[in-house]
C-alpha cells in the first residue's frame, strides 16, 4: 500500500515539473519534542521527549497558483520520557508526509498535509542499559498523521522552518504499564532544510 502511495506521489511531483515555476531537492534535519498521548492519567507521568529526524525533499511550485506540493521520505525518533527509573519509550519510524505548500507572500511557505509512517522498533531503554522490545504492545506498524507547518527561505540555499504532527491512528490500544490506552504520537519539529538543486 505505502509503495504505491509513494509511487503515485512521484509521479504526480514528476509530471508537476513541466508546469512548475520552481523545484528543488533538499535535505532536512529537524529537532523533535515528541509526546505519547492517551486516556487515562495514570500514576506515572509522561514527559517530552527530544529526538531528532532527517529526510530528503522534493518540492515543486506551480507557475500560474501560489501553491505546490511536496513529498518528505525520512526517519523520525519518536516516544516518550516515563517518570520511572527502568521505563524510556523510543519509537523509529520511517515517515512520508506528502503536503500541499501555500506560498501567500514572497520566502513564506505554508505547510498542509498528512504523514504515513512506518514503525521499525518500539524498545524501552532502561537505566542500566538493557533495552526491552515493545512491539508486542505497540503493535500497530502504521501511522498516518495529520501535519501542519511554516518555513521562511533565509536565503536562496536554506529554508527554516516549524511543523506540528498529530497522529490520527493509535499506536497501541492499551499499554497496562504506564496505564494509558488509545496511545498515539504527537511531535512539534524545528528543521532546516538545505536545498540541494533547483
Known sequence: ?????VGFA??????????????????KVGYNMTTLKGENSGSLSL??????????VLSTQLKSLPIGFSMEPGYILKGTQIDHDTLDYKFH????????DVYPVK???????????RLLSA??????????????????????????????????????????????TQVSNQDAIIDRKNLFNQYIQLFLLFKIAN
Open 123 to 168: 524498545k524501552n531503554h532502561a537505566n542500566d542499559s538493557t533495552r526491552q522490545n515493545l512491539l508486542s504492545t505497540y503493535d500497530k506498524q502504521w501511522e498516518v498523521s495529520a501535519t501542519a507547518g511554516a518555513s521562511l527561505s533565509v536565503s536562496y540555499f536554506m529554508d527554516l522552518g516549524m511543523r506540528y504532527s498529530t497522529a490520527l
Open 93 to 100: 519510524y520511517l515517515n512520508m508526509p506528502l503536503l500541499l
Open 47 to 56: 514527559s517530552p521527549r527530544n529526538t531528532f529526524g532527517s529526510s530528503f
Open 10 to 27: 512521484l509521479v504526480l511531483l514528476l509530471s508537476l515539473q513541466i508546469v512548475a515555476q520552481e523545484s528543488y531537492f533538499g535535505w
Open 107 to 117: 520566502r513564506l511557505k505554508l505547510s498542509f498535509g498528512v504523514e504515513i509512517a
Open 1 to 5: 500500500m505505502l509503495s504505491r502511495l
